[in-house]
């Protein structure tokens, strides 16, 4: 097991005539890819994944904390931790932070990751929104109430926890769907089992 290490920035902005304050994290790793790229358990905040001619994985991302407390933002801030692991044949991301304790006090971790086109993707998270594009592989997806977006796509698809979403021109196995509200499929080929809640 190989722990990789992301490089930080930190910046802090007050919103003027709204009281509260901001303080953002930036994360940023390049690292060669694996087979497979696992999110695990990603809370808040949006992810875009984008296959392409490429033989590393380049992530950008940043953490976004509001409140009224600078001193319970500073604190959350600071108990938030990124890393990623390369462990037989997959490259991890794990980013960690401490519960929500404090009433008004609210965060997001957006996400940007380029990927080779090849490759499989094992995604778990609470984030509001996915967006994956130009990827031929397998996609095992978690959410909690996600809107999924899969576009110029190929392989296999396994997604459960979903609020709804959209996949179009997309070719594959066999995609298996499980969501609150319909997902919108357009050109889309291949054994589709949709399983749709609010029916």
Same mark, same amino acid.
């Given at each position: ?42 809370? *808040? ?54 519960? /929500? /304790? ?8 957006? /996400?940007?990751? /380029? ?78 089992? *949709? ?5």
């Amino acid at each position: 097991m190989k722990v990789l290490v992301f490089l930080l920035l930190a910046l802090m902005i007050s919103i003027p005539g709204f009281g509260s304050v901001v303080e953002e994290k930036k994360f940023s790793l390049e690292e060669k890819a694996e087979d497979v790229l696992v999110i695990a358990d990603h809370q *808040q905040g949006d992810i875009q994944i984008k296959g392409g001619e490429t033989d590393r994985i380049k992530l950008k991302g940043y953490l976004e904390v509001y409140g009224e407390d600078q001193a319970e933002i500073r604190q959350f801030y600071e108990g938030v931790k990124g890393e990623a692991v390369r462990e037989e044949g997959k490259i991890i991301i794990q980013i960690s932070r401490p519960a /929500l /304790l404090t009433p008004g006090l609210d965060h997001a971790i957006h /996400l940007e990751i /380029l990927v080779p086109h090849e490759i499989d993707l094992d995604i778990k998270t609470g984030s509001s929104r996915v967006e994956i594009k130009e990827i031929k592989g397998s996609i095992v997806f978690q959410g909690a109430g996600t809107i999924l977006e899969v576009k110029d796509s190929s392989g296999n698809i396994q997604a459960r926890g979903l609020k709804g979403g959209h996949i179009e021109n997309f070719s594959g196995g066999k995609i298996c769907l499980s969501s609150e509200e319909e997902v919108t499929l357009i050109e889309v080929e291949g054994e589709i089992y *949709q399983e749709t809640k609010n029916e």
